[in-house]
Nanobody
Framework: QVQLVESGGGSVQAGGSLRLSCAAS????????MGWFRQVPGKEREGVAS???????YYADSVKGRFTISRDNAKNTLTLQMNNLKPEDTAMYFC?????????????????????WGQGTQVTVSS
């Protein structure tokens, strides 16, 4: 059973930075996909960034150039570095894991593809 625990959320002013971390346990080699999602009340959960296989990354257009996803297999952690944050980035951020035989930006930023989910960490960006 995969368990995911997020940390690093908080409050920051627009233009600031935050670094989210996701500690994974019970992860197997067949679970080749990890990602970050976010959700605000009343809206659907949306994909932010995903990490597939050894090094392939995907980003939502809204965060491209500002966010960076990385994975440390030795430490079983997934990180999301968020720079130049905007008020519209305010949301609950979730770490997720799954497996897929192939990826595309549409497929691997889609919540239904992910099997395991963390509890989430809140990010609030004030203007």
């Amino acid at each position: 059973q995969v368990q995911l625990v997020e940390s690093g959320g908080g409050s920051v002013q627009a233009g600031g930075s935050l670094r989210l971390s996701c500690a994974a346990s019970g992860y197997s080699a067949s679970d080749n996909l990890m990602g970050w999602f976010r959700q605000v009340p009343g809206k659907e959960r949306e994909g932010v960034a995903s990490f597939y296989g050894l090094s392939t990354t995907y980003y939502a257009d809204s965060v491209k150039g500002r966010f960076t996803i990385s994975r440390d297999n030795a430490k079983n952690t997934l990180t999301l570095q968020m720079n130049n944050l905007k008020p519209e980035d305010t949301a609950m951020y979730f770490c997720a894991a799954g497996r897929s035989p192939y990826c595309s930006i549409t497929r691997c930023l889609s919540p239904p593809l992910f099997i395991y989910w963390g509890q989430g960490t809140q990010v609030t960006v004030s203007s």
